[in-house]
């Protein structure tokens, strides 16, 4: 499966603590795009999709969140609930967000700009379809 966990180099002192992520060096690709998700409690999924060509990184930046992940193979679950620790998720990557904490707040590093149309399968089953046939459309 196309992830993977990060440890962020803490830059902590009794000040506090601080990461830095920067593209290319903490993250394997160009940062085109940042969103967070907040407000979402334990009733909430999210995610349900996979992308085309979209690299994301995943950081749980206060409280926590479980990602499920799966290749059309197998089924992966990493709760997030550190801000040092961020989640790579490769391209075609089915993804659901699941059981935030109250106080989530989900930061996301994208590759791309937002492309609803093209890039996005919201279909499990057509997800499903295109890993069964080596993403051959
Ligand atoms: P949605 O894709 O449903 O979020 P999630 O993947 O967490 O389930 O996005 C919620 C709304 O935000 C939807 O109207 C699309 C919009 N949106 C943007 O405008 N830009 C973005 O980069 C993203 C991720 C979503």
Not at 25 to 37: L, S
Not at 62 to 70: E, R, S
Request: one cysteine or more; glycine letters at 8%.
């Amino acid at each position: 499966m196309n992830i993977k966990l990060f440890e962020f180099v803490k830059k902590g002192d009794n000040r506090g603590n601080l990461v830095a992520i920067e593209a290319g060096i903490d993250v394997p690709f160009k940062i085109r795009r940042v969103y967070y998700v907040w407000g979402s409690d334990s009733s909430v999924t999210r995610g349900l999709h996979a992308h085309r060509k979209l690299e994301q990184a995943l950081v749980c930046v206060h409280g926590a969140v479980t990602i499920i992940l799966d290749d059309g193979v197998e089924r992966k679950e990493v709760r997030l609930d550190d801000p040092s620790r961020g989640l790579y998720i490769g391209r075609r990557t089915w993804r659901e967000m699941k059981d935030f904490s109250g106080d989530a707040i989900l930061m996301v590093l994208a590759s791309e700009h937002y492309e609803e149309e093209e890039d996005y399968i919201h279909d499990y089953k057509k997800f499903l379809e295109c890993a069964k046939k080596d993403w051959k459309e």
